[in-house]
């Protein structure tokens, strides 16, 4: 039997709450393309050019790929994909300097064989170095003025480049601390998990199948994210029930089960004590109320029950019916259906109802 470690858990809250600043900054740079779609126009509008694009290194295929564009065709932002030392944008990349070129027809340093096909007449290539290592190239050609590019425009690129290096290296560093934060949550899920073997792997089952019914009902992006972690969660309040009853192989009696019962409620306290888990608690402190408010801790009734939490209360109940307990067999499926119909718009909402069992089918 493993028992849970209260160290181990105030640890990893720690670790959560420290991680929360970040995880709630990345969510407004997560979107890489959008970044990198801005780093390309900031650099076309102030070089005054119609024609540019951004090329990041890729380690596992070792190329420098096209990751935003700006004039460009699709099937050119698709199919260039340089090795470092090919083309112009290769030879920026190892070489880890700029190259200017007013004319590249009249220039010998580039062969024709040795030419990208959108490059033509002037342009400016420019390594994008974070720390001490080339990342990728931010390439701007033809000027709208058809003017040939100017050195201080260079160097205005280069800084366009510097602060787009550090912006995509920070980026990178904060999709870490993300899953770092992520990887916490799972943790403690798993702790949960593991502390009553009887039903393990419920927290995923369930967070897997409210995040797949929250998205059905039109929850997106970060309220997603919410909805799943704190399904992940939804029994943390468990942490305060005795072994012998959350672990007990048969039915509880009824003092038992009242035990059991105050688990949204410690939950609530437990998360309390982080200001980053406020946003679990409408589903840790409410995935039992019943739609027909004849549910627990605080006897909500309809809408009144938070969304989060009526979904959960469908996922859960679902889950514990077609798992098998050690007191009891899996129940099967259509008798589990039954018993979702039969609670619909007394404990469960029946519109989610509904939804959950089209989502299954
Ligand atoms: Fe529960």
Redesign the pocket.
């Known amino acids: 039997m493993i028992v849970i470690d209260k160290k181990r858990f105030d640890e990893l809250f720690r670790i959560i709450e420290g991680l929360h600043k970040y995880s709630v900054l990345s969510w407004q740079v997560n979107r890489k393309k959008e970044l990198y779609r801005l780093i390309i126009k900031e650099a076309t509008d102030l070089m005054n050019t119609k024609m540019g694009s951004l090329m990041l290194y890729n380690k596992d295929k070792d190329r420098l790929e096209i990751v935003a564009a700006r004039g460009l065709s699709r099937k050119v932002i698709e199919t260039t994909s340089l090795k470092p030392g090919e083309g112009v944008a290769g030879l920026v990349f190892k070489r880890r300097h700029s190259i200017f070129c007013e004319d590249i027809e009249k220039d010998p340093r580039f062969k024709k064989k040795n030419r990208v096909k959108y490059y033509s007449k002037s342009f400016v290539s420019v390594p994008l170095i974070a720390g001490d290592k080339a990342i990728g190239v931010l390439n701007v050609n033809n000027k709208r003025s058809r003017k040939p590019f100017k050195i201080e425009e260079m160097k205005v690129l280069r800084v366009i480049a510097d602060e787009a290096a550090m912006t995509i290296q920070n980026q990178s560093l904060l999709k870490r601390l993300e899953d770092a934060y992520i990887d916490t949550i799972q943790t403690l899920a798993k702790l949960l998990d593991e502390r009553i073997p009887a039903t393990r792997g419920h927290s995923w089952r369930v967070a897997n199948l409210t995040m797949r019914l929250g998205r059905r009902l039109g929850i997106g992006g970060k309220d997603l994210i919410i909805l799943r972690d704190a399904a992940l969660i939804?029994?943390i309040g468990?942490i305060g029930i005795p072994d012998r009853i959350l672990l007990k192989p048969a039915k509880l009696n009824s003092k038992e089960r009242k035990a059991v019962e105050k688990?949204?409620s410690v939950g609530m306290d437990v998360i309390g004590r982080a200001e980053f888990f406020n946003r679990f608690v409408p589903i840790v402190a409410f995935?039992?109320e019943w739609y027909n408010g004849k549910g627990y801790p605080m006897g909500l009734s309809g809408n009144r029950i938070p969304l989060g939490a009526r979904i959960v209360a469908v996922c859960?109940a679902w889950d514990a019916m077609v798992s098998k307990r050690p007191y009891r067999d899996a129940m099967k499926r259509k008798d589990a259906v039954k018993e979702l119909l039969d609670g619909s718009g007394t404990q469960f909402d029946p519109f989610i109802v509904k939804e959950f069992l089209k989502m299954i089918k």
């Open positions: 939804h029994d468990k688990h949204p995935h039992h859960d």
